[in-house]
């Protein structure tokens, strides 16, 4: 039986994105957290490994040698029914690739975060959202967030989303390392009575769980050729059903989490100040901040400009996405990471791919702007640089598709 924390009403603490991370962990009860370090998120499993020796969190912790273990470990305890949470950054991230297959293809809900941060190739200590977009087609539910608040609600919120019998997938919470894996915000710690509310629907939700008195087999849809290619087929398109299922289910979510908590992140996407806009900026994580500060002083000086934040990543949320951009004269995008082979960003190759799945006209001017790699600045500058660009292609002008922002400088 979990021991009760020490919060029992909500209580404001100054603490850094990692901190964030281990205190939402702890308040949602695990059974079961394999760590093992990674610059920079390696706090999480530190806090989690000191609060559960002073017995505030009551959970089997795994010192495990490596990512790859780690992601083995959840992957067997959710198996069995526990509750289980890691979490990782980068190169550890894509050690453990085979692990993020095996969970999301037995539809377990792990839980986990990822510290974005560069990926190997260039060796570099630095952020840039590469490693989570990397991953994008392993079948989890990704989302991406913006501050340290974010971080610690999205991870409680990661356990309602991802154990939910309509679901059952597992789920990332990335947010950016160095910026906000170490930065430090007052944060309200919520009280352990009201994340037990939140969580309490799922003691109703049901899973397939491995037991010694029903023996099952995970994984393995059959050993015959033909009935193994429909097994998979069938496997893959109630995994794909499930994922869609998550863009009403986050929003619903969202909202519950809001009557207890007060606070919204509006599900899929927050659409900022652009009801007006004439041209609307596409960014996610960390950079909305500055995006939103900027959007205030470029209005002011009265530019029609406004901001779609995408917290969803998997499944990408096109049909909100495409509702908010009708009608608009120019888009510009926001990336920190290269999708190789379309010499783009990855959110402005999903972003072309979601306009055109939804209808909107393929003649929309929409710009990509790449920017902030390997821990660089997206500065106000930047950002400005950005609405000044956008505006002027959706006057016509001619403007290049794609600016990478550090080598205009």
């Not at 919060?7 to 603490?13: D, G, L, Q, S, V």
């Not at 969970?103 to 200590?125: K, L, Q, S, W």
């Not at 430090?184 to 899973?207: C, G, N, T, W």
């Not at 207890?260 to 960014?283: C, H, K, M």
Request: glycine letters at 8%; a negative charge.
């Amino acid at each position: 039986m979990n021991k009760p924390a020490v919060e029992t009403k909500p209580n404001i603490e100054v603490c850094d994105g990692n901190k964030a991370v281990a205190h939402a962990v702890r308040l949602s009860r695990p059974d079961v957290v394999a760590v093992y370090p990674i610059t920079p998120q390696s706090a999480v499993g530190e806090w989690l490994s000191r609060w559960n020796d002073e017995g505030t969190l009551n959970a089997e912790v795994v010192r495990v040698e490596g990512e790859n273990s780690s992601m083995g470990v959840c992957c067997s305890a959710s198996l069995t029914g526990g509750r289980v949470f890691t979490g990782t950054s980068s190169w550890g991230l894509l050690f453990m690739m085979d692990g993020l297959h095996y969970a999301a293809g037995y539809r377990i809900p792990v839980v986990m975060t990822n510290a974005n941060r560069e990926t190997p190739g260039i060796f570099t200590i630095g952020n840039s959202s590469q490693d989570m977009w990397s991953v994008r087609d392993a079948g989890w539910i990704q989302v991406n967030v913006e501050d340290n608040q974010e971080i610690l609600d999205a991870v409680i919120m990661a356990y309602r989303i991802a154990e939910d019998t309509d679901i059952l997938l597992p789920m990332m919470v990335c947010y950016d390392g160095f910026y906000l894996s170490y930065r430090k915000d007052p944060l309200e710690i919520p009280a352990q009575d009201d994340v037990d509310a939140f969580l309490a629907p799922l003691k109703q939700s049901k899973r397939n769980i491995v037991t010694p008195d029903d023996p099952m087999v995970f994984g393995i849809p059959s050993f015959f050729p033909k009935d193994q290619g429909e097994g998979c087929t069938e496997f893959r398109y109630k995994h794909s059903a499930a994922l869609e299922r998550v863009k009403d289910k986050i929003d619903t979510v969202d909202k519950d989490f809001e009557a207890i908590f007060g606070r919204s992140y509006a599900g899929q996407i927050e659409a900022y100040r652009t009801d007006d806009a004439d041209i609307v900026l596409v960014a996610t994580g960390s950079v909305c901040g500055t995006a939103k500060v900027v959007v205030d002083k470029m209005r002011d000086d009265g530019v029609k400009v406004g901001l779609i934040k995408v917290r969803l990543l998997r499944p990408f949320p096109k049909e909100k996405i495409a509702k908010v951009l009708e009608g608009k004269k120019g888009i510009g995008v926001i990336d920190r990471s290269v999708c190789f082979g379309y010499h783009c960003g990855h959110l402005y190759m999903e972003l072309k791919s979601a306009l055109a799945l939804e209808g909107l006209p393929t003649t929309l001017p929409t710009l990509n702007f790449i920017g902030g790699l390997a821990n660089l600045d997206i500065t106000v500058e930047q950002v400005e640089t950005t609405i000044n660009l956008t505006l002027a292609a959706s006057k016509g002008e001619t403007v290049e598709e794609v600016t990478w922002l550090s080598l205009e400088e």
